[in-house]
């Protein structure tokens, strides 16, 4: 059974930095697409950032959020830094056997976690 469990959330001020992880069990994320997502409330569900043989951004975080892996420890990462009060949400990683993520949504990830708090005070 395929599980992913993020941590590293937490409260931080207006130009901080946090680093999420998203540990995985029963899964390799390898070369398959696995992305980061967030949800603010009252707003839709953002599909922050991607990798898969390359990696991608939205272009809200890009230059500032870096997402990465680790295969030996079946680890996914992203890297938040300069954070704004706006990247204020609930962070969720997920994962498929997708070769690419382009055009991927939420609902298209069969393994996905729970979600982590980040909160960015001004």
């Known amino acids: 059974q395929v599980q992913l469990v993020e941590s590293g959330g937490g409260s931080v001020q207006a130009g901080g930095s946090l680093r999420l992880s998203c540990a995985a069990s029963?899964?390799?994320?390898?070369?398959?697409?696995a992305a980061w997502f967030r949800q603010a409330p009252g707003k839709v569900r953002e599909k922050v950032a991607t990798?898969?043989?390359?990696?991608t951004y939205a272009d809200s975080v890009k230059g500032r959020f870096t997402i990465s892996q680790d295969n030996a420890k079946r680890t996914l990462y992203l890297q938040m830094n300069s954070l704004e009060p706006e990247d204020t949400a609930v962070y969720y990683c997920?994962?498929?056997?997708?070769?690419?993520?382009?055009?991927?949504?939420?609902?298209?990830?069969?393994?996905r976690g729970q979600g982590t708090q980040v909160t960015v005070s001004s």
């Open positions: 997920a994962a498929e056997s997708f070769v690419q993520c382009s055009g991927t949504y939420w609902a298209a990830f069969r393994y």
């Open positions: 029963g899964y390799t994320f390898g070369a398959k697409c």
């Open positions: 990798l898969a043989r390359f990696s």
